[in-house]
T-cell receptor, first 117, second 109 residues
């Protein structure tokens, strides 16, 4: 299957700082990537759709100025949590569609666990 | 938006037992996937199955799209099968997935 890689896998930061998470598609191009968030013992909730060369599309209730998404190339999307606070502590996971296919099968990165102190 | 409900929410099995997990969704879909989330949080793709039946080793899945449900069968369960199983649905074509509520499975010796 297609491989999606995230970095860092874990990050601990102080309240008020900003944290950047990278999502890369390995060996394939992804014009679209999706960012999800998962709180403990809950399901995954879509935060936003990252579009290469254009603005991200955010789901209702997700603050676009707090969660900055940049899809700078066909293999890289970044999520920046700005002025992080303890309530932003969560598991963030990105995904990309299977390349060269219209099925829409999505593959997910390893996830990034953010802890804000 | 589309609603995705999974049952049961929790399941405890003895090693070697079989189980069936269910996923109901509220609207027609062109993409349905089953995932296993391991203890480290990574989502492992199990099946891409918008319709029909597939099998992979001890796992198999069936989706009846006209009746808006999918089933995941686990046979001869092992402790390594423990974790959370999610189904997720979407319109297809590389579009977003909506995740179900999940089934937490624990397989005991």
């Amino acid at each position: 299957g297609a491989v999606v890689s995230q970095h860092p896998s874990r990050v601990i930061c102080k309240s008020g700082t900003s944290v950047k998470i990278e999502c890369r598609s390995l060996d394939f191009q992804a014009t679209t990537m999706f960012w999800y968030r998962q709180f403990p013992k809950q399901s995954l909730m879509l935060m936003a759709t990252s579009n290469e060369g254009s603005k991200a599309t955010y789901e209702q209730g997700v603050e676009k100025d707090k969660f900055l998404i940049n899809h700078a190339s066909l293999t890289l999307s970044t999520l920046t949590v700005t002025s992080a606070h303890p309530e932003d502590s969560s598991f963030y996971i990105c995904s990309a569609p299977r390349p060269a296919s219209n099925t829409g099968e999505l593959f997910f990165g390893e996830g990034s666990r953010l802890t804000v102190l | 938006g589309i609603q995705v409900e999974q049952s049961p929410p929790d399941l405890i099995l003895q090693e070697g037992a079989n189980s069936t997990l269910r996923c109901n969704f509220s609207d027609s879909v062109n993409n349905l996937q089953w995932f296993h989330q391991n203890p480290w949080g990574q989502l492992i793709n199990l099946f891409y199955i918008p319709s029909g039946t597939k099998q992979n080793g001890r796992l198999s899945a069936t989706t009846v799209a006209t009746e808006r449900y999918s089933l995941l069968y686990i046979s001869s369960s092992q402790t390594t099968d423990s974790g959370v199983y999610f189904c997720a649905v979407g319109p297809g074509g590389g579009n977003k997935l909506t995740f179900g509520t999940g089934t937490q499975l624990k397989v005991e010796l």
